[in-house]
């Protein structure tokens, strides 16, 4: 039987001894609960937080202001550590200074949820496409998608694609093949073990972390509202700031890499390139 913690579980220590990181977390509460919206408990982005916690034992060993402070973005934004897709905090080492960090990655979900929050689209969804679906993209002036899923064997997953519904008319989409997800995958995941190899969602949730991307693509042309920006300024970033009064967007910074290209987060499908590039880089 898998026993969820709670703050009740973790011993605080004497004043002789430094807290551990899940000590930390519980001392955290309060002002996660500051910064938390309404209708959000701290109680459980605490539970959440020491789950994920014991489900990842090497966060441990990261800088616990960069653990704190991607769990205190997770409150600002009310989206659940670890859980229902929301987002994950992903140990990685620093390789300007070689200390191990907690980058914080927003989910699927979590973009999804923060998009209907907006009130400014009527239906956001991603999906998969496999080789046996019927499957039609057009683009133009009136681009159109059809996508019936096959019955019985669908086939092998060939491509991901994403398409918003905006109030009060009108839609957008964007696609993208499995190899191209394969492509952004090997470049950009910066949660990898000491052999190189991918670790993490894109390891265990390549799917749903693939129809993440086609959300972020996708965003640049919706209307969105502050929380979905802010989480696209935020994604992939570490902070080591816990104020829970600053803004995430500025005390968060972006993970630089020795071998990244210049244009981190743009993959543009040829076939898309177009009629969807607008010159923005995220």
Not at 20 to 27: A, C, D, E, K, N
Not at 39 to 63: H, M
Not at 173 to 181: D, I, L, N, R, V
């Amino acid at each position: 039987m898998t026993v969820t913690p709670t703050s009740t579980d973790v011993t605080l220590p004497s004043d002789s001894r430094p807290p551990t990181l899940s000590q930390q977390i519980v001392r955290m509460e309060d002002q996660f609960a500051m910064a938390a919206p309404r209708g959000i408990e701290a109680k459980q982005l605490v539970r959440d937080a020491l789950t994920a916690l014991r489900q990842n034992p090497d966060l441990a060993e990261c800088d616990p202001q960069s653990v704190l402070g991607g769990l205190m973005t997770m409150a600002q934004l009310g989206l659940r550590v670890g859980v229902l897709g929301h987002g994950w905090l992903l140990p990685f080492r620093d390789w300007k200074t070689q200390q191990k960090k907690a980058q914080l990655v927003i989910g699927y979900q979590g973009l999804v949820e923060l998009a209907y929050r907006s009130n400014k689209i009527k239906s956001l969804a991603a999906r998969t496409v496999h080789a046996n679906d019927h499957f039609r993209i057009e683009y133009g002036i009136d681009e159109t998608l059809e996508h019936r899923p096959a019955p019985g064997d669908r086939g092998e997953v060939i491509g991901y694609y994403a398409v918003v519904k905006f109030l009060p008319d009108g839609h957008s989409f964007y696609y993208m093949t499995k190899a191209e997800a394969e492509v952004y995958r090997d470049r950009y995941a910066m949660a990898k073990n000491r052999q190189g190899e991918v670790v993490g969602p894109w390891k265990s949730e390549f799917d749903g972390m693939a129809k993440k991307t086609c959300v972020r693509q996708l965003s640049k042309l919706m209307p969105k509202g502050t929380e979905l920006s802010v989480a696209l300024m935020v994604d992939d970033a570490v902070r080591v700031d816990i104020d829970p009064g600053m803004a995430p967007e500025l005390v968060s910074s972006h993970v630089e890499r020795p071998d990244a290209p210049e244009t981190p987060h743009l993959i543009i499908d040829a076939l898309t390139q177009d009629a969807h590039e607008d010159g923005e880089q995220e």
